[in-house]
């Protein structure tokens, strides 16, 4: 078996039993203990796993995301950036959906002067921030409403963002994988974030330089669904080429 073939699996097999010792992978896969090891660290630099102490490896994306107070305040700067410039590439005439979030309200705070665009949103932080600007519509998606991020999601929100042809849509992710693609770890939050990709003639990804290599667990879309990408300047020429490569408009706040 090539190397190549032998990483890519072991990263499905921890993705089917989330943990994995060193040896029980050298079993599996008839290798000794230090090619194992060597695979790890060359997968574990990709972003793909995380390694552990004592030879027991997890995936990155059994991790859950911070609450949306913590995620409010982590990067906020750089958050403020990307929603400026994410919001110039929003015409005049336009309709878009802003997916809930905390670096896709800062596109709705640079909106709030503008005119002629309806924002479709199943965020109601996002629809608050724009009440008052005489020349955006506002349009909620509907849904059960989560309390502790005020973010709408369900059957309601779906069967309305099915029902959609918008522009542009701009979504937040908490992982952009350069394989995998978009990703989350919350199945129930992935419907909805993927009807939003089917309603938009252009899809607009704004995530944070942190966000960029993680892996989770649910794939929301893959790259080829991705027109451009806004992340921070902090994001590396290494983070940004595997996207570029794939025809994807990379801009850095």
Do not use: C
Request: hydrophobic share 40%; no cysteine; proline share 4%.
């Amino acid at each position: 078996m090539l190397a190549h073939e032998r990483k890519k699996r072991i990263i499905d097999y921890v993705r089917q039993y989330r943990t994995a010792t060193v040896a029980a992978l050298a079993s599996e896969f008839g290798v000794h203990t230090a090619t194992i090891r060597r695979d790890l660290a060359e997968i574990e630099q990709e972003g793909a796993l995380k390694r552990t102490h004592g030879g027991v490896i997890m995936e990155q994306w059994t991790h859950n995301e911070p609450s949306f107070n913590e995620r409010t305040n982590f990067h906020r700067d750089e958050k403020i950036r990307i929603g400026q410039l994410a919001a110039s590439l929003v015409e005049d005439g336009e309709n878009i959906i802003i997916d809930s979030g905390t670096t896709t309200l800062h596109i709705a705070t640079h909106l709030v002067h503008r005119s002629d665009i309806t924002v479709i949103t199943n965020d109601m932080n996002v629809a608050v921030e724009l009440r008052d600007a005489p020349g955006i519509k506002v349009i909620l998606t509907g849904g059960e409403l989560y309390p502790s991020s005020y973010m709408l999601n369900g059957m309601f929100t779906d069967h309305v963002l099915k029902s959609l042809h918008v522009e542009k849509a701009f979504i937040g992710t908490p992982a952009l994988h350069p394989q995998y693609g978009l990703m989350h770890p919350e199945a129930l939050l992935v419907p909805a974030k993927q009807s939003m990709i089917q309603a938009a003639g252009e899809i607009v990804v704004v995530t944070d330089h942190s966000k960029i290599g993680k892996l989770s667990l649910h794939t929301v879309a893959p790259n080829s669904a991705i027109h451009t990408l806004v992340t921070g300047a902090s994001a590396s020429d290494s983070d940004i080429k595997p996207f570029q490569e794939r025809g994807i408009t990379v801009y850095r706040a």
